[in-house]
């Protein structure tokens, strides 16, 4: 009987048996264009093993900024990246305006 690890959300994996482990194993020691690594290879690299996005040499500013209902959901109905969109659409602005210009009284 296979046996299964569920997820947070729910969904339900099927875990490899022991015998399909073995061989997968076996195929990977095998490979002779991914040789495995020994423990102390592992060791002398696994610390330039980095996760995630690199570093920018210009990072954002994380702010928190109050728009009207209209302007957020204009953006968020562009999809993925309207951040970045509204960034660029603020920057284009900048190029003709003064902020000051936009200053309510």
Do not use: C
Request: proline residues 9%; hydrophobic residues 40%.
């Amino acid at each position: 009987m296979p046996e299964y690890l569920t997820l947070p959300n729910g969904r339900k994996l099927r875990l490899n048996t022991p015998e399909e482990d073995a061989a997968i194993t076996a195929a990977a020691m095998n490979d002779p264009d991914v040789p495995l690594l020994t423990d102390e290879e592992f060791d002398r690299v696994k610390h330039r093993m980095v996760r995630g996005r690199p570093r920018s040499a210009q990072p954002k500013e994380g702010v928190f900024i109050r728009l009207s209902p209209e302007i957020a959901a204009t953006f968020r109905a562009t999809g993925y990246g309207w951040q970045a969109r509204m960034n660029a659409a603020l920057s284009d602005w900048l190029k003709t305006h003064s902020p000051m210009d936009a200053v309510v009284r």
